[in-house]
């Protein structure tokens, strides 16, 4: 069984590369490292205990409070994982800066993010994914099926990926045993993640971005400084070839000839420019308009016009990739070319403990061999930072996604203190998940990882993908044609992505015998493919049931997004805010409640469950304007012009970047 399609050797074995060395040993590295760890904690605190955190709304969507500034900076931050700065960068070493295609798309899916995904979902009422498609379809299938592919998608291609970028540069700056590494990474992130909920995950993330930003530039002066500026890099680039070639075919060592084209052929380029725009928009249309961590962080705005103000600051810094984390990549191809493209396997091995190739390590080999004391130690704060943060993004999420969508199944009248303790014990068992992940993740090979987190995207999310865009759009989609859609597409999803991991992928010196018709379409064509299909199925299936009553959809549908009438739910809700509340004040009567001592009290004050006043209850006038107020999406006339003169900004700079570079 060939075990490498998804980047997996049998043991890990010769990982460990015979020159390895434990670089960053001085005083004013370490002394940057723990300056920024106490800043992040310090900051985590402060945000834990300024916001409420004992409350759904406060715990999972930070009170829906915040301004739009640290919205677009936890956007960008969740987004840009440690899987970039390295499995970009090594893939830009490889192949040029198509793979900055992947980062420019998101440009022009925030703006759809922004002005026509969120505000249905605010309309809507909703907090988690899931939780629409229930109210949009009614039944429970559909929102279980997406909870749990969400959770498992989190697992094994966001943490798994994190976590082996994050030891891979651990291991080229400190030379750490891994093991620990990783568990004192992830024991920081869960304690803020634990204890402060989405508000604290949200400041941190801006502290992090802005340490990712400031940190990157610097390198990448560092990195264009040593080359001897643009010109002299683009010429080098094409000319940086390994010197051990054997009689291995030329194909495999020289840099691609559209290097510098983002667009290329439909038929022989990598990165097939059909592919790009179509295919990788599906991705993207799921990954930021559908998908939990991103639309949580929308979700936990005061207001739409910070929502869309939110999504521009985080288009306009997914400029910076290319600049970042792309050219750096290549221009560590032109320093180290033995290195970081050797093709000879045997080489590869004893460079990096991966046989497929070296690229991956093309980000951290060139901090640590050209960055002086100081700014080593800030450059791995911000591959920390970029762990970090999209660690507590994925826990706050996934703890969202199982508290809302799983555990109210079992427990439906669970109180509210309760959904608030079993959210956070399911971080801390995700985190035991993570720990039993890490001897995988440990063996992954190097030159798969990127390719490995976009095939499977594309395998298993064109059929959510079609689900919300259909269920938003067109009001004929009924649930049994959403779900038969829905499972469909995930068995022919796994039917390629089962035949790719019987036969492998292969590599330029090892091609792999997968047959063609299968395994010779590009997964970008392929998540096409499925997405046609899917839509297909969900539309054809639905003709032939009944159509769900306007009274159903009214504020779920973009048709029928402002209509002021009553919605009728199709199912009752799971789970309602303070239920019970009347059953509990009686026992207080008969019972008086037994104090609790120090060290609980203290536990309660430190996880956010401290016992507080009840709050006076509310009459069905004040519920009606709560729910009004939580679920309006109207706009100040001069901020929405502001915004959308913006967005028109944004669109025309990702259109010029595209035809420069394309």
Known sequence: MAWDYFGFFRSAENQKSPSSTTSIKNAADISVIIIYFLVVLAVGVIAMVRT????????????????WWPIGASLFASNIGSGHFVGIAGTAAASGIAIGGFEWNALIVVVILGWIFVPIYIKAGV???PEYLKKRFGGQ???????VLSLFLYIFTKISADMFSGAIFIQQALGLNIYVAVIALLAITALYTITGGLAAVIYTDTLQTIIMVIGSFI???FAFNKVGGYENFESSYMTAVPKNISNISAECYEPRSDAFHIF??????????PGLVFGLTIQATWYWCTDQVIVQRCLSAKNLSHVKAGCLLCGYLKLLPMFLMVFPGMISRILYPDVVACVIPEECQKYCGASVGCSNIAYPKLVVDIMPNGLRGLMLAVMLASLMSSLTSIFNSASTLFTMDIYTKVRRHAKERELMIAGRVFIVILIGISIAWIPVVQSAQSGQLFDYIQSITSYLTPPVA????LGMFCKRITESGAFYGLTIGLAIGLSRMITEFIYGTGSCVNPSNCPAIICGVHYLYF????????CILMYGISLMTKPIDDKHLYRLCWSLRNNTEERVDIDPDDWIEDQDEDDGSKMDLEEPEEKPN???????????????KKAPKLTPEEEAELKRQLTDTTEKPLWRNIVNVNAVILLGVAVFFHAYFG
């Open 264 to 273: 290329r052929d439909p038929i022989t380029g990598d990165l097939p420019w």
């Open 127 to 129: 907090v988690t994914m």
């Open 527 to 534: 998540g096409m493919i499925l997405f046609a299909i899917s």
């Open 52 to 67: 409420n955190r004992s409350t759904v709304g406060g715990f999972f969507l930070a009170g829906r409070s915040m301004v």
């Open 219 to 221: 390198l990448m002066g």
């Open 141 to 147: 299938r559909i929102r279980i099926y997406l909870s």
């Open 598 to 612: 120090f060290f609980k009290k203290a536990l309660m004050c430190f996880c956010g469950l401290e016992e507080s």
């Open 466 to 469: 079609a689900v919300f865009m």
